[in-house]
């Protein structure tokens, strides 16, 4: 007799995205109509008025108005808004030791090979890292040849 296949669960690795780290919190970010607009228009929606946003932990749900009149909805992730990037940059520009910068460096790498995030976002976050890196560096360098 045949029994009932095993169900074998796929190793996921949690908590490794900037939102499971509780370094970004979007959730409770405030977005306007106007930013939301901008966000759906840079992904090629054809956005006439927003009508709700409804934020949850991972994604918004965001329902407007198209150029027809219709009422759509979708959900969306927040890597789409440009506040993303910034929180992201002062997330890079907070780390005050290699360590610290390893882990967030670790965290990105993760963000960039999981989620899709526009090119140039992805490349700006990707330069200020290895900036952020060349400067740790130095300090640290500065601070052995003082003796520290």
Known sequence: MFGKPRKTNQYRRKSRNLIATNKI?????????AEAKEALKAKGY???QIKKIHRLKHQVCISYWDAKGNVCSSFFSYRTFARWQEEAEKLIYTCQ???????LNYVMKYEFAYY???IEMEDALQAILENHLSVLKAIAQ???LQGF
Do not use: R
């Not at 919190?25 to 109509?33: G, L, V």
């Not at 030791?97 to 882990?103: C, G, N, S, V």
């Open 25 to 33: 919190k979007p959730e409770e970010w405030h977005i306007s109509d």
């Open 46 to 48: 054809d956005v006439k």
């Open 97 to 103: 030791t290699l360590k610290e910068w390893a882990k």
């Open 116 to 118: 899709h995030y526009p």
């Open 142 to 144: 500065q601070m052995v």
